[in-house]
């Protein structure tokens, strides 16, 4: 018994090793395959109206065709200076989001890329419990028919993703005080009866 | 089950047509006599027409056709008016999350143009927007004018409260002729030609939900919303009481009520509790949630969660 | 031939009076018709025109109906000690009470129906013809034990006038039946309107076991002064006789009435104080005010110091024999109670509202002529009332016994 039990502690043998290398294989093989995000999200369509881009800036292709890419964290001077990051930037800048070759997708923490339309992916990486709530169609706004066809709004609809927070609101007026014996008919507007 | 409420509902039926000669028999006498001095405008069809409910088909499409001319005369726009009935297999639940509404009051504008409310002289509001101090659910330290610059505010938070649609409502129950009831699938409605304006429904409500038009409404042509139903949108009639009946002209055709479509930040939503899949049942499955003064048992199909 | 007669004479009876009986005719006839102008504006133009919104959705009408169901109630003072202990003073008397309940119920239900956003829809109250929501809704109860009520008092005076002016002997076994129905009717009548407003938890203030014994105290206090005060009048300026004794005895049971109503007012007050929950708010705002709004405060407080000043003058007996003492207690119960049971019932109950607003609401000067008119409507029943009964009661009015 006591003998057996003992077996358990991994003893490293050479023989072992070829496991691990089918296993990077199989890895690598993966990694290989083109960016469809089916193993993140291959179940259901969340459809979305357009993704709110700046005015004139998308495809970002345009520009960035005929720049060089440069992986180099730093500060942005050129362009993109309106960019404020508030949103983890201590451990984080542009390409850690945006895919470097392909500068009209996303990129994901796996490597794979997705189109701006499904930003959804790319939140959902970190905020699981959210992503988890917005797919239910609980955490932000839905659209459409309860018992029917219905509309997602992407993360980015309300959260801009380079400063998350949500940004305050001007209220609609405040409700009418109660105007005791009133005996005005107002004649711009209509009463019916 | 639904062959029991289809059977009560054709006896109904049954019983109305007796019921109507009679009420005609012993009315039109009296009726005739005094009416037309004591009301002008008034006819004869509107003074006797019948509770919703015993109204025959033949009989309620007429109501809806006088109805319909009677706005078409008054606004100058053809309106589509139905009745839409019961949903099967349906209960309606709302949910609204007050860790996310900011108070913006987009709902309550956008509740008032969906459902044609008078905007001013009465001005009414379906949807009252709450505003508490961190801390305190105590409606007496709550603010409905709050008027800042933006929101949300520092130190606040906001609580809408409409209709909680009751499963055990107590203006119901206070109705002394039934012109309000609540229907098989959730919604408690009024039929605005039975109600008498006693306003007894009012103080009975523990929610503020029920809203007496005090006046005719006031309405700009070009806000006029046409896509009404009977028991919900259509406009208003002078001294009789209206309420939120969770857009009943929108749900029964399986879209999202007003205020689910106007909050800029996806704190409300709606749905069948009777659908695993909804989002109202995730949320009662996922979120701690509770129901405004509990304490009534009037049990709510409106929930609040914090998330 | 003879229902002829006495139709004419029943005619000659309201037309025949002094000078005082046509202005006193002439002048509530007036206040009618300017109560029913006020009125037309507001049916035409909606409730609007009353000072009542949302946050205070009930006024100046259902205060008073409130309180004329107490006076209504009251006719049961009287009809206990004279039918059940035979006291004669009272027994007298007793007829011109209830005729008052008459007129009161007659003001109660004109009260409600001028209230009611829609008057054109009373049918739909009408049971089997409407939908009367009985026995769910404590409204559609109030309806019932109103009208029954009515409709008792009006069958016990026309039995008891038709049997004097015929000189015939009532029949006893349907005369008791008739009066036992009517003293629970009366405790039915106030409790069932008290029931009105405790059955509903959405206001604290009304949801109270109290409100019931409270509503009938404060109404065996209004309702018998009332009857006091009128009772003078009536001797005064009509040959029949009211004895002192009557009304003494009347008023002393009017004090005991009073010294209830303020013990089981200071219950209520303890029990909110003490406990001090968010429904305090309510009376709070009834006798302090809430949030600086403090407009019925002084009401409240007029309110307690004629319904104290009045209980004093009453439980002495030396002040209760006095008729300047007495009268001078009947105004101020009058006025107290109605302030009581009126305003200081309905408001607190809607201030602040389920949601914490305050709205403070009083009457304008539209609902004030419309409920004079109301009142002046039920005096000018009244008066037609005694018109007819006092000359029969005298027996100056009896059947002509026609010669064969």
Same mark, same amino acid.
């Given at each position: 018994?006591?003998?057996?039990?003992?077996?358990?502690?991994?003893?490293?043998?050479?023989?072992?090793?070829?496991?691990?290398?089918?296993?990077?294989?199989?890895?690598?093989?993966?990694?290989?395959?083109?960016?469809?995000?089916?193993?993140?999200?291959?179940?259901?369509?969340?459809?979305?109206?357009?993704?709110?881009?700046?005015?004139? *800036?998308?495809?970002?292709?345009?520009?960035?065709?005929?720049?060089?890419?440069?992986?180099?964290?730093?500060?942005?001077?050129?362009?993109?200076?309106?960019?404020?990051?508030?949103?983890?930037?201590?451990?984080?800048?542009?390409?850690?989001?945006?895919?470097?070759?392909?500068?009209?997708?996303?990129?994901?923490?796996?490597?794979?890329?997705?189109?701006?339309?499904?930003?959804?992916?790319?939140?959902?990486?970190?905020?699981?419990?959210?992503?988890?709530?917005w797919r239910a169609g609980v955490h932000g706004k839905r659209t459409g028919f309860w018992r029917g066809p219905k509309r997602y709004l992407l993360c980015a609809h309300c959260h801009n993703p380079h400063a998350p927070a949500f940004v305050p609101l001007v209220p609609a007026p405040p409700p009418l005080k109660p105007r005791p014996g009133n005996d005005r008919v107002p004649t711009h507007e209509k009463r019916p009866h | 089950m639904k062959n029991d409420s289809a059977k009560s509902v054709e006896l109904d039926r049954n019983d109305s047509v007796t019921r109507r000669d009679f009420l005609k028999k012993s009315l039109v006498g009296a009726g005739l006599l005094t009416l037309p001095g004591l009301l002008p405008g008034c006819t004869w069809e509107e003074f006797s027409q019948k509770h919703f409910s015993e109204l025959a088909p033949a009989e309620l499409e007429q109501v809806l056709r006088r109805l319909k001319d009677q706005y078409r005369r008054c &606004?100058?726009?053809?309106?589509?008016?139905?009745?839409?009935?019961?949903?099967?297999?349906?209960?309606?639940?709302?949910?609204?999350?007050?860790?996310?509404?900011?108070?913006?009051?987009?709902?309550?504008?956008?509740?008032?143009?969906e459902n044609n409310l008078s905007r001013s002289d009465p001005q009414i509001h379906w949807i009252k927007v709450l505003r508490f101090p961190n801390g305190s659910m105590n409606p007496e330290d709550a603010e409905r004018y709050y008027a800042p610059d933006k929101v949300p505010e520092e130190g606040y938070y906001y609580m809408p409260v409409q209709c909680q649609q009751c499963a055990n409502p107590p203006c119901v129950k206070a109705c002394p002729v039934q012109a309000t009831w609540k229907e098989p699938d959730g919604m408690v409605v009024v039929d605005y030609n039975w109600c008498i304006g006693c306003r007894y429904c009012m103080a009975a409500c523990p929610y503020d939900a029920r809203h007496f038009n005090w006046a005719a409404p006031t309405l700009p042509i070009n806000e006029i919303n046409t896509h009404t139903h009977y028991l919900g949108n259509r406009p208003q009639e002078k001294n009789v009481v209206g309420k939120c009946t969770f857009c009943i002209q929108r749900v029964r055709e399986g879209r999202y009520p007003a205020c689910v479509e106007a909050c800029p930040v996806g704190a409300r939503k709606f749905g069948n509790l009777l659908d695993q899949d909804s989002e109202i049942r995730y949320i009662l499955e996922h979120k701690r949630v509770f129901r405004f003064k509990e304490e009534l048992n009037t049990q709510p199909n409106f929930y609040y969660y914090f998330s | 031939m003879t229902e002829q007669s006495t139709i004419k004479g029943l005619l000659l009876l309201l037309v025949k009076g002094n000078r005082w009986y046509y202005l006193w005719l002439a002048s509530l006839v007036l206040l009618i018709l300017t109560g029913a102008c006020a009125y037309r504006v507001q049916f035409d133009r909606g409730l609007i025109v009353t000072n009542m919104r949302d946050q205070v959705s009930w006024g100046l009408y259902i205060a008073n109906f409130t309180y004329l169901v107490g006076v209504?109630?009251?006719?049961?003072?009287?009809?206990?000690?004279?039918?059940?202990?035979?006291?004669?003073? #009272?027994?007298?008397?007793?007829?011109?009470?209830?005729?008052?309940?008459?007129?009161?119920?007659? %003001?109660?239900?004109?009260?409600?129906?001028?209230?009611?956003?829609?008057?054109?829809?009373?049918?739909?109250?009408?049971?089997?013809?409407?939908?009367?929501?009985?026995?769910?809704?404590?409204?559609?109860?109030?309806?019932?034990?109103?009208?029954?009520?009515?409709?008792?008092?009006?069958?016990?005076?026309?039995?008891?006038?038709?049997?004097?002016?015929?000189?015939?002997?009532?029949?006893?076994?349907?005369?008791?039946?008739?009066?036992?129905?009517?003293?629970?009717?009366?405790?039915? #009548?106030? +409790?069932?309107?008290?029931?009105?407003?405790?059955?509903?938890?959405?206001?604290?203030?009304?949801?109270?076991?109290?409100?019931?014994?409270?509503?009938? +105290?404060?109404?065996?206090?209004?309702?018998?002064?009332? *009857?006091?005060?009128?009772?003078?009048?009536?001797?005064?300026?009509?040959?029949?006789?009211?004895?002192?004794?009557?009304?003494?005895?009347?008023?002393? %049971?009017?004090?005991?009435?009073?010294?209830?109503?303020?013990?089981?007012?200071?219950?209520?007050?303890?029990?909110?104080?003490?406990?001090?929950?968010?429904?305090?708010?309510? *009376?709070?705002?009834?006798?302090?005010?809430?949030?600086?709004?403090?407009?019925?405060?002084?009401?409240?407080?007029?309110?307690?110091?004629?319904?104290?000043?009045?209980?004093?003058?009453?439980? &002495?007996?030396?002040?209760?024999?006095?008729?300047?003492?007495?009268?001078?207690?009947?105004?101020? %119960?009058?006025?107290?109670?109605?302030?009581?049971?009126?305003?200081?019932?309905?408001?607190?109950?809607?201030?602040?509202?389920?949601?914490?607003?305050?709205?403070?609401?009083?009457?304008?000067?539209?609902?004030?002529?419309?409920?004079?008119?109301?009142?002046?409507?039920?005096?000018?029943?009244y008066t037609v009332l005694l018109a007819i009964a006092i000359p029969i009661q005298t027996g100056d009015f009896r059947a002509r016994t026609d010669p064969p």
């Open positions: 018994m006591m003998s057996s039990s003992l077996s358990i502690v991994p003893v490293f043998r050479f023989s072992d090793f070829r496991y691990l290398l089918t296993g990077l294989a199989v890895f690598f093989l993966f990694m290989l395959l083109p960016d469809t995000g089916l193993a993140v999200e291959p179940l259901q369509e969340y459809p979305v109206p357009p993704p709110p881009f700046s005015e004139g *800036i998308f495809p970002c292709s345009d520009c960035h065709r005929d720049l060089e890419v440069n992986t180099k964290k730093r500060q942005l001077v050129d362009e993109h200076q309106d960019i404020r990051l508030h949103h983890a930037e201590q451990v984080r800048w542009c390409l850690d989001c945006h895919d470097a070759n392909d500068r009209d997708r996303l990129r994901l923490t796996s490597g794979a890329t997705i189109p701006f339309t499904e930003s959804y992916l790319l939140c959902g990486q970190c905020h699981g419990t959210i992503y988890r709530d | &606004y100058g726009r053809e309106f589509q008016l139905s009745a839409t009935g019961p949903l099967p297999e349906t209960a309606f639940a709302y949910a609204l999350d007050l860790s996310k509404c900011i108070g913006c009051r987009r709902c309550v504008y956008a509740c008032a143009e | 209504a109630a009251a006719a049961v003072l009287l009809v206990i000690p004279a039918y059940l202990y035979n006291w004669k003073p #009272i027994k007298e008397i007793v007829l011109l009470g209830e005729l008052l309940a008459v007129a009161a119920i007659v %003001m109660c239900i004109t009260f409600v129906m001028i209230d009611l956003g829609r008057p054109d829809r009373f049918w739909h109250l009408l049971p089997k013809i409407g939908r009367l929501n009985w026995p769910q809704s404590m409204l559609a109860w109030d309806v019932v034990v109103l009208n029954l009520y009515l409709l008792l008092n009006l069958l016990i005076s026309w039995y008891v006038l038709s049997n004097l002016y015929r000189g015939t002997a009532p029949n006893k076994t349907l005369f008791w039946l008739l009066i036992c129905l009517s003293i629970p009717g009366a405790v039915a #009548i106030h +409790a069932v309107t008290s029931y009105l407003y405790g059955g509903l938890p959405a206001r604290p203030f009304w949801n109270a076991s109290i409100m019931a014994p409270r509503f009938l +105290a404060s109404a065996f206090c209004s309702g018998p002064s009332l *009857i006091i005060l009128i009772f003078q009048v009536i001797r005064k300026f009509s040959p029949l006789k009211v004895a002192d004794e009557a009304l003494f005895k009347l008023a002393e %049971m009017v004090g005991w009435s009073m010294f209830v109503n303020l013990f089981l007012l200071g219950a209520e007050v303890f029990k909110e104080f003490y406990s001090n929950t968010w429904h305090v708010s309510h *009376i709070q705002y009834l006798f302090f005010g809430l949030h600086g709004k403090t407009q019925l405060v002084p009401f409240t407080w007029t309110a307690i110091a004629f319904n104290v000043t009045s209980l004093c003058i009453l439980i &002495y007996p030396r002040t209760r024999k006095n008729l300047f003492t007495l009268n001078g207690a009947c105004v101020m %119960m009058l006025i107290g109670v109605w302030i009581e049971k009126g305003l200081g019932l309905v408001n607190p109950g809607f201030t602040p509202t389920p949601l914490g607003e305050i709205y403070e609401y009083l009457p304008n000067l539209r609902e004030i002529t419309i409920s004079i008119g109301v009142l002046a409507f039920g005096l000018l029943v």
